[in-house]
């Protein structure tokens, strides 16, 4: 079976927006992905809401920006279902999702303090652990969750 994702032109416009980010145009990114989010509206494609408010959250200036972002990820998730992920990619399952997105609302609400929350998000990601792939990325964030400590400042494990 191939391997590729399935040509959408709407993810290659976030790919590419993402891409242009880490090479460190942040505001460039963070404007093309903001437009993307003004045409998809809050009844577009959940797998394109999902994908996008989980990378926009990363290039926000403040903490309380990124959290807006990530709760967005997190409510068009509840709207994706495993056959619209497959059509993007045969992989894909929505539970798989969810680790992520609950650790980044854990990190979120551990920098504002917000201590309660960030160990429900954390116990949350930690409910869907046997959903990620076993890949190198499901290991990025098994290892990531394995280490967050939700009421230590820097979010680690001493």
């Known amino acids: 079976m191939n391997d590729q994702p399935t040509p959408d032109p709407t993810m290659t416009r976030i790919i590419e927006a993402v891409q242009l980010g880490q090479t460190g145009a942040s505001a460039q990114a963070r404007e093309l992905l903001t437009a993307l989010w003004d045409e998809l509206g809050p009844t577009g494609d959940a797998l394109h809401r999902c994908t996008l408010a989980h990378y926009l959250a990363d290039l926000q200036d403040t903490t309380e920006a990124e959290l807006g972002w990530d709760e967005r990820a997190l409510a068009a998730v509840g709207d994706l279902t495993d ?22 609302l854990a990190d979120c609400h551990r920098r504002l303090g917000n ?8 116990a ?35």
């Open 83 to 104: 056959d619209r992920a497959q059509r993007y990619h045969h992989t894909l399952q929505v539970q798989g999702f969810l680790p992520s997105l609950h650790l980044n």
């Open 115 to 122: 201590i309660g929350p960030a160990r429900e998000h954390l």
């Open 124 to 158: 949350r990601a930690r409910e869907h652990l046997a959903h990620l792939p076993d890949d190198p990325y499901g290991e990025m964030i098994r290892a990531a969750i394995g280490d967050f400590v939700a009421d230590d400042p820097t979010g680690r494990r001493r």
